[in-house]
T-cell receptor, first 113, second 112 residues
Framework: AAGVIQSPRHLIKEKRETATLKCYPIPRHDTVYWYQQGPGQDPQFLISFYEKMQSDKGSIPDRFSAQQFSDYHSELNMSSLELGDSALYFC????????????FGSGTQLSVL | DAKTTQPNSMESNEEEPVHLPCNHSTISGTDYIHWYRQLPSQGPEYVIHGLTSNVNNRMASLAIAEDRKSSTLILHRATLRDAAVYYCILRDGRGATNKLIFGTGTLLAVQP
């Protein structure tokens, strides 16, 4: 069965650079969620999209932005990268029916040097 | 979102049952109890969820207290592959989105 696809798997950037992470949800899933997980931390919700509109917002820094496209894939854009942005970034998808479970991708490991 | 409290870590032996507790004394009537787990270097994975009645699926069972202030995830026969962080999460069934707010889960170690 198709799963949530994230790219790239690993990304190395330097301070003040920009990064773009991509997420391809499971077919027919219209909602995408982004999470950040620092070393030894629990996943923190950043933002979610439904039908290309932002549906919920968590602790996403102003330096980050995200969008969902017409094919439902989503991109997380990160600018002016800081050392503290080094983390595992997960994308998840689900249908928007109440109480649907989330399916997570394998994540993108971002290292900021 | 209502909070949950779980032990930081637990240990089990392979092929023995494991009972992972979760306290959620401030749960509201519309909160569903969800369990996810995260294996090392992987994204979280759905395990089970329920509202009031006990639930069973091929992965686990969920026992919910009558007053709903606590619940227990039951792995009937632990395997080495069950070693993971287990998260108990409350989610409002009326919520506009299905987002999950992760707290501090239980790190389960399984000994051979």
């Amino acid at each position: 069965a198709a799963g949530v696809i994230q790219s790239p798997r690993h990304l190395i950037k330097e301070k003040r650079e920009t990064a773009t992470l991509k997420c391809y949800p499971i077919p027919r899933h219209d909602t995408v969620y982004w999470y950040q997980q620092g070393p030894g931390q629990d996943p923190q919700f950043l933002i979610s999209f439904y039908e290309k509109m932002q549906s919920d917002k968590g602790s996403i820094p102003d330096r980050f932005s995200a969008q969902q496209f017409s094919d439902y894939h989503s991109e997380l854009n990160m600018s002016s990268l800081e050392l503290g942005d080094s983390a595992l970034y997960f994308c998840a998808s689900s249908p928007l029916r109440p109480n649907e479970k989330l399916f997570f991708g394998s994540g993108t490991q971002l290292s900021v040097l | 979102d209502a909070k949950t409290t779980q032990p930081n870590s637990m240990e089990s032996n392979e092929e023995e049952p494991v009972h992972l507790p979760c306290n959620h004394s401030t749960i509201s009537g519309t909160d569903y109890i969800h369990w996810y787990r995260q294996l090392p270097s992987q994204g979280p994975e759905y395990v089970i969820h329920g509202l009031t009645s006990n639930v069973n699926n091929r992965m686990a069972s969920l026992a919910i207290a009558e007053d709903r202030k606590s619940s227990t995830l039951i792995l009937h026969r632990a395997t080495l592959r069950d070693a993971a962080v287990y998260y108990c999460i409350l989610r409002d069934g009326r919520g506009a989105t299905n987002k999950l707010i992760f707290g501090t889960g239980t790190l389960l170690a399984v000994q051979p």
